[in-house]
Each structure stands twice: as C-alpha cells, then as structure tokens.
C-alpha cells in the first residue's frame, strides 16, 4: 500500500490555542482515501476525519510535503486509461480528455498515491517524481 502523510495543523476553534496533526492519502480496495487528523495543544479536543477520494486541501498539503509526480501514457493505448481516471480522480469529461492530452504529451502530474493507483489499475508504467527535474 502506498501512503503519503503531511503535517498540517491549524488554530482550535474552541480555544485559539496551536493545533497539530496530519493528513494522509492512500489506496485501499482500488479506491483513493484520505484521513485528517488533528489535537488542539491546550484544551486536547482532538478530530479524525476520513473519506474517499481527494479533497483539495489533503492533496495541496501531500503535494507541497512530496512534490507532484508525473505519469505518461508510454506505448499503451489510451482505451481503459479514461474510465480508471474518471473512477479514481473523479474528473469530469473536460478533465479527462485534458488529462488523456497530458499523458499522451509530457506527462499527467498528480500526488505519487494518485497516480500509482491509476497506473496500476490502467497498467501503465509507475509515475515518477518531479523533484530535480
């Protein structure tokens, strides 16, 4: 299983006091998951959240931890690769067929447990860092 975590942390809403935690993203039964976790320092309130999916501010926190990887289409026809990309990113048809253009050219850029999941269910090739590059 492929996991990526981020720290995050925000403000208690109950007392002001510093929060801390962490967010994560991984793959389980095919499916894209995230869990947010969180305790206020002072007062010890304490959040777990979880869900399927993506939301924009568990990928944006994985992403500015890891960095975006990059997956390409390689020699593969991109016939079963949409159909994984709408079930798995839950991108509308404008998003796939901008997607499929991206595969198809320099590559598609998503968090390492995104793309990991679509290449592995599409049978693509892994993604691979943009770090460096």
């Known amino acids: 299983m492929i996991v990526q975590v981020a720290e995050a942390g925000e403000p208690c809403e109950r007392c002001g006091a510093p929060g801390e935690g962490g967010v994560a993203q991984f793959a389980e039964d095919g499916e894209l998951r995230w869990r947010d976790e969180w305790e206020c320092t002072a007062c010890h309130v304490t959040s777990c959240e979880r869900g399927s999916g993506s939301p924009p501010w568990i990928r944006d926190a994985i992403l500015a931890r890891h960095g975006s990887y990059r997956l390409t289409l390689g020699d593969r026809d991109a016939a079963g690769v949409a159909k994984v990309l ?33 290449a592995g269910l599409a049978g693509l090739e892994p993604p691979v860092s943009t770090r460096g590059r």
Not at 94 to 117: I, K, M, Q, S
């Open 86 to 118: 709408r079930d798995v990113l839950r991108l509308t048809v404008p998003e796939v067929r901008d997607a499929l253009r991206a595969l198809r050219g320099a590559g598609y850029e998503g968090t390492c447990v995104e793309l990991a999941l679509v």
